[in-house]
């Protein structure tokens, strides 16, 4: 089968010197209608499924259909550890995906994360890119999108609901009624047993019946019977929007629930395990079954309770059934992007979805390029995704490039704390000292840990105009040092234009052979893994557990589930596991505090110390600023 | 301007006289492409939102566009006392329009509510209608449609996250401290006061400042303080699952939130005065002044605390700027179908959207009829239709066509207990005397009721086949003697066809001239009209008021919203507030346990007794058979 040829020409920007705001960049330019551009790149309308012009969900179908196509290069975006303040690497994922079409004629498209509204109503606004990088209309690609993230929210808390519902009745029925009421009798008074529930017979080992009338009374016992430890329980209720008064709740106050009292928390949606689980699926059969096999609690006798166990696995797959298919947008440059799920950088992976990279590689064929990210630094986000992401959909890249500013440069090098309404003199006036202790610390150990997995490194410096020549070209000399490729790109205030160079640096290594390897085997002990990653790549010198850690160690290891790879939720702020600690720390010990289990998603996730899984509200939320205009429906405050 | 000309045509449905499953015949009828539909009744390509090609938002400037075309005529379905199992209501408003359409050729369009999730995998299934007489494709229907329920859930819970939060920085801050945070210094050192702000001021009665340094420190202590009484917050979480647990639950109990525990509640989605907001609403316009108007505490003063207070109003509307459109979708026979809003029929009015209902008779045209419903019994949902809906949106129906069964009737006749797998004998042979008792006490107090607001009054016997012809002819004769018009339809079983003579009666009782008024005038005390409802369409010799109700009602008054209309939360299993007592129950006392407001949605809602605002799962929900095979992405188990 040849492979797909584009009709797609690169949207013309008009451009301003004097880079305006985001949101009146995104507004100046009239998206193209997403059908058109679609059309365009070779997807064919019985393949696309509108949600009003301007995006789009594309069907698994095309996967099958280009099956045979050959896939483009597969560009990995990651950063350096960040400040609070961010460093571009949504907008460098744009800016480069721009310019690799409209500067260097190659078919391109960007993967990126669908935000949370939890955020973007918070403390941030929205997560488009920016300047003219950008992903349009940012309005809709920070509001619901195609409604994925309330989807997961959905089935996720039908499950919750479920959990707390059996403990309830298994508590108050006896056995027999219980029994009866889960397999009623029909018309015929035959107890038949749906495919679901005939599954949980299976695990339980107990032959599976005609009638289940049939069943001995001890089985019917065991059937009818979670006897979940309510200790044990892991799932969380989750909800998409950043309430801080429900990180740790109580519930079961009402009456009817008859002092079934229990203290559980909500998350915020994208810290799901089922968006983790979109964001890693192969297809919805894949899908289904990773949904069947999630562990949400242990039982009286130490086995693991799973959804499928609750009947819940069908319901939960119909509710996010329209989840599995990418959503298509663009750029401002009329480059193709795909959204596609967004799980938490910390205890999940942060990674976009395999299905939409797939789609993307097949789409762009074999001249051209897809740019994906990973989230927070290349120590958080860059493992998990080379070691969980790449090595379960099988795609490696060809290369990686991490993202640099000379602000957090210098905060490694020792410069002054930075955060939101608070950049001291040193990040605007040139300081080549700071700058260069931030390279020989954070930089250099970033691109050595990219290295250990034997990938190409650019080391895209992401340029600020306050920024000097003699800065970006000590950091450019610095990363050739290193044995990375060291470019300056200014695609924030120039688009596509501004990556030209970062793009030439991206083909020329692209297309060099790599060596890949990952980090570690599966087969190692969780404790080998976690301290391979812990020394090899954050650079402790050991790893101290505590003891619940060590319990569940031992208990996902008995449980057969040690052989999976490890989500570590570190804190992004440092390489090591304390915030503070800037550079490249050495000769720390890592402290594990606890470590949980997603098993649909398939990973294990050690914790390193505190990790908030519910963002709060401050004083003067980012709403404030928010409104819409009822007449033209302009929206504004969506920064 | 003249009429629209419909060029749509009636589909053809091939019956089976064994009527199969609801989700048989969904899936045995394919839908036509929904921007075909919209086209032949003259909806332009782009005032139509596609979301896949079988559902698609229509845009308000189509309102603006046939501003001046004439009204069809406007038929409200309501019902008798129900069963708890239903009696075919949504089934009648969808065959009564089918029929206008596919057997009077006039254009008809059905307007129907959002069901929410939680029951759909809770306790019963979709609810797209029944037979062959359905919304199709009815998994579209049920599941998420076009997201309008996700985004109130959103907006309602970033309400109420910014209420807890702001409770927390007010306790935990100084007043300067909050002040500055609340209105920072900008780049020219000055404190600019955003809109919302502003309008906060104007509420305290304190002259807006260019900059907000200027104000008296008394003045900014105002300002920045909200001093909520946490006792006095009426506002609740809401999510759209069935989760028992969560209807009273503590919030706060983590150690960022310092002990500021607090006892509150999640209500299922359709229960947020969101919802019902958006019911009433006429434009974007007034959505977004009625959500600022939404008052979810009171201040240690007495006054009342505004959603606009919290500076949240533009991120609500904003969060919620789709919702505002309606959803097309189509029946089996191709009759258009705006699916709209969704409000509780208990805490809320329980009716679709003012805007459906609005646009529906514009594209219709004079010789067309829009079908549309109220929730629950007519006592419940037809008073509030016609006192809360029509009062706001100056619709008043034409026809009135309430729907009863055999089944029904005998019930209030004095048969035994119905339930779910319940229908004893004498629900499934001819009962004559049961079935007479049954018409002259429940359905003849509801057509009364009807009379009174001047409206004809047609009933529909909705046809089961254990119905013996004595039996319908006897029901006939009643309804004429109440005034009624009788006639038997049987939608279900026939789809339009089997609604002829039902869609001939309204067309006949459609042309008259009625004499329309309101039950209660709105300048009455809030006493007076509960009693005016009591005693005139319940049936009560007179009404009991709670301490608290005493007090809120004293409240409400005082603080100005007295003259709003009455949205009574009581049973709809009763025409009294005692779900036992069946047929027409006098002579008794209306208890009225609690006084509440919605200010938003613009009525006070009295509370007859406890209403649950959460659903729960039993022991066996209806998930345990729903599936999707992920091949042919068929879904099981959605009846």
Redesign the interface.
Known sequence: MADVKWNLKAVDVKREANVPSDIQISRNQKPRPIAELARDIGIKDEEL?????KKA?VSLNLLKRLDKSENGKYVLVVGMTPTPLGEGKSTTTIGLAQSLFSQHSNPSFACVRQPS?GPT?GIKGGAAGGGYSQVIPM?EFN??LT?DI??I??AN??L???I??RI??EAT?ADDA?FN????KNKEGKRLL????KRRLQRLKIEVPEDAEKLSPEDRKRFARLDIDPDTITWS?V???????????????????KG?V??T?FRISVGSELMAILALSL???D??ERIGKIVVATDKFGQPVTADDF?????M???M??TIKPTLMQTIEGTPVFVHAGPFANIAHGASSVIADKLALKLVGKDGYVVTEAGFGFDIGGEKFLDIKARSSGLIPDVVVIVATVRALKMHGGGPPVGP?NLPAEYRTPNLDLLEKGCDSNLKKQIENIKKFGLPVIVCINQFSTDSQKELNLVKEKASSFGAVGVVSNHWAKGGEGAKDLAQAVKDSASQKNDFKFLYDLNKSIKEKIETIATEIYGAKDVEYSESAEKSIKRYTEQGFGNLPLCMAKTQLSLSHDPSKKGAPTGFTLPISEVSISVGAGFIFPLCGEIMTMP??????C??????D??T?V????F
């Open positions: 499924e509108a949600y009003g012009d969900k509204q109503f309005e509001l619901h409604g309330h989807a929210t959905a808390n039908l919750a609901a479920a707390d519902a309830f009745h029925q219980l009421r889960l397999v009623p749906t495919d679901i529930q209720r909800i998409d929007t950043s309430d801080r008064f429900l990180r740790k709740i109580e519930v079961g106050h009402g009456p009817t629930e079934h229990r203290k928390d297809s919805l059969a899908m289904r009947g819940v696995t069908g319901a797959t119909v509710l059934k329209d309404g709060g509200l401050n004083t003067r939320p709403f404030y600023d928010i409104d819409i009822p007449v429906e929206i504004d405050g969506l």
